[in-house]
């Protein structure tokens, strides 16, 4: 189970880095231009949205620790429920 965590963490870092560079190559046009990819955004990196929402800046390594903590944890209760539906069967 630590290792299912620990790629639920690494995805949270993955799509936090994939932000990153997305933001890098389109620097000149902000991304808030474009509604769905700021909806993407804020669906994919929380701590992007809150930090948005609460006018407060973050700095690009505490977003990509950020964002692998919150998909470990939710990657934690996601592979305890599928652990204790697998054994209810």
């Given at each position: 189970?630590?290792?299912?965590?620990a790629?639920?963490?690494?995805?949270?870092?993955?799509?936090?880095?994939?932000?990153?560079?997305?933001?890098?190559?389109?620097?000149?046009?902000?991304?808030?231009?474009?509604?769905?990819?700021?909806?993407?955004?804020?669906?994919?990196?929380?701590?992007?949205?809150?930090?948005?929402?609460?006018?407060?800046?973050?700095?690009?390594?505490?977003?990509?620790?950020?964002?692998?903590?919150?998909?470990a944890?939710?990657?934690?209760?996601?592979e305890?429920l599928?652990?204790?539906?697998?054994?209810?069967?």
């Open positions: 189970m630590k290792y299912r965590i790629m639920w963490a690494s995805a949270g870092l993955l799509v936090a880095g994939c932000w990153n560079l997305y933001a890098v190559a389109t620097f000149p046009n902000q991304m808030t231009s474009e509604p769905i990819v700021w909806t993407l955004v804020r669906l994919t990196c929380p701590i992007a949205f809150a930090s948005f929402h609460f006018h407060f800046p973050v700095s690009i390594y505490w977003v990509l620790l950020a964002n692998a903590a919150t998909y944890l939710v990657g934690l209760f996601v305890t599928r652990q204790q539906l697998h054994h209810a069967k």
